[in-house]
C-alpha cells in the first residue's frame, strides 16, 4: 500500500465520521424538536422540568396544621409548609401549584408524577422503597401532655401509680409502651377520647407527639402543660419527599436548603408561625425543640 493509498484511507475516514456526526446531531436536534414538551417534563429530571414550566408543584393538606392551613374565604393557602414552599419556588423564579391530598396520597401523587415535592412526611423505610427523602427538617420529638404531676424523663411516668392515655394502633401508643411500661396505660379509640380522659382527670398524662400536644392545649388550656420527655429522647424525622429518579440534583438541591435555612434559624420561625396558626404561642413552643 501506498502512502497515497494511506492518505485517501485515512480521509475516507474522517469524511464518514463527519457524515456520521452530522446524522446524530441532526436525529437529536430533530427529536428536541419534535417532543420538547417531552423533554421539559421528563420524570428523570425535575429540577429541570420545574424551571421549564415555570412551576412547582405541591401536594397540599386540607387541616393539617401547622403544615396547612386553607382560608375557606379567599381560598388562600398559609402553614409551615406553605411558608417552605414559598421560599424554594421564590429562589427557583416559579409560582405555585397546589394538589389537594393526603399524607399516604402524597406519596402516590410523586409516584404518577402529579406533584414534584411532598410536605412534613416522615421517612419510614417502607416509602423509601419508592420515593427518595429530604434531609431532615426537624425530628419530631415525643413527649407527655401533664397535669397533676411533673415530669422530665420516661422514667417520671414510668410507674405504676402514673395513669397514661394513648390513642389504640398509633405511634403514640408504641411509644408509650415501650418507654413506659409499667405505667397504667389506656388505649382508647380515638384521639377525642384520649382528650376526654386526660379533660375529666381519669389519666395524669397523654403521650403524644409535639405538634398534637401543644395544638390540643391551646385549644384547650385545662388539659395541662406539655413536655418533651428525656433519656432517651424520641423523635421521628420529618421531611420533605420528592420522586424516585436517576438525577439526583432536585434532592440535593433541597437538602442544602433545609440545612442552610435550619442553621440560620429560618426553619424554626416559620414552624413557629404555623403554630400559631392553631393559638399555639411562641412562648409554648420547647426550647429544646431542634429545629
Not at 137 to 157: Q, S, Y
Not at 239 to 255: G, H, Q, T, Y
Request: hydrophobic content about 45%.
Amino acid at each position: 500500500m501506498t502512502t497515497s493509498d494511506d492518505s485517501r484511507i485515512s480521509e475516507d475516514r474522517r469524511e464518514a465520521l463527519r457524515y456520521a456526526l452530522a446524522i446524530g446531531s441532526g436525529a437529536a436536534l430533530a427529536s428536541a424538536l419534535a417532543s420538547p414538551a417531552a423533554a421539559q417534563s421528563s420524570v428523570d429530571n425535575t429540577l429541570d422540568a420545574i424551571r421549564a414550566n415555570k412551576a412547582l408543584r405541591i401536594a397540599v393538606l386540607p387541616g393539617e396544621l401547622p403544615y396547612f392551613n386553607k382560608d375557606l374565604a379567599t381560598g388562600t393557602w398559609s402553614g409551615f409548609s406553605i411558608e417552605m414552599a414559598n421560599d424554594i419556588a421564590k429562589l427557583l423564579d416559579v409560582k405555585l401549584e397546589y394538589t389537594e391530598s393526603t399524607y399516604g396520597n402524597s406519596i402516590l401523587d410523586l409516584q404518577s408524577n402529579k406533584i414534584d415535592l411532598g410536605f412534613a412526611l416522615n421517612p419510614t423505610p417502607q416509602r423509601a422503597l419508592v420515593v427518595d427523602f429530604t434531609a431532615t427538617v426537624f425530628p419530631h420529638p415525643f413527649g407527655a401532655m401533664l397535669r397533676g404531676i411533673e415530669a422530665k424523663t420516661w422514667a417520671d411516668i414510668n410507674k405504676p401509680e402514673v395513669r397514661i392515655a394513648v390513642d389504640v394502633g398509633s405511634a403514640n401508643e408504641a411509644i408509650a409502651r415501650r418507654f413506659a411500661p409499667n405505667a397504667t396505660i389506656k388505649s382508647m379509640k380515638s384521639r377525642d377520647e384520649v382528650m376526654l380522659e386526660m379533660a375529666s382527670g381519669r389519666v395524669d398524662c397523654v403521650v403524644n407527639a409535639l405538634v398534637l400536644g401543644l395544638t390540643a392545649i391551646a385549644k384547650n388550656p385545662n388539659l395541662g402543660t406539655y413536655k418533651i420527655l428525656q433519656s432517651p429522647s424520641v423523635a421521628i424525622p420529618s421531611s420533605m419527599a420528592v420522586r424516585r429518579e436517576p438525577d439526583k440534583r432536585w434532592r440535593d438541591f433541597l437538602s442544602v436548603w433545609v440545612d442552610y435555612n435550619r442553621g440560620i434559624g429560618q426553619m424554626r420561625e416559620w414552624f413557629v408561625k404555623g403554630l400559631a396558626l392553631s393559638g399555639v404561642k411562641p412562648e409554648d413552643v420547647p426550647v429544646e425543640l431542634n429545629i
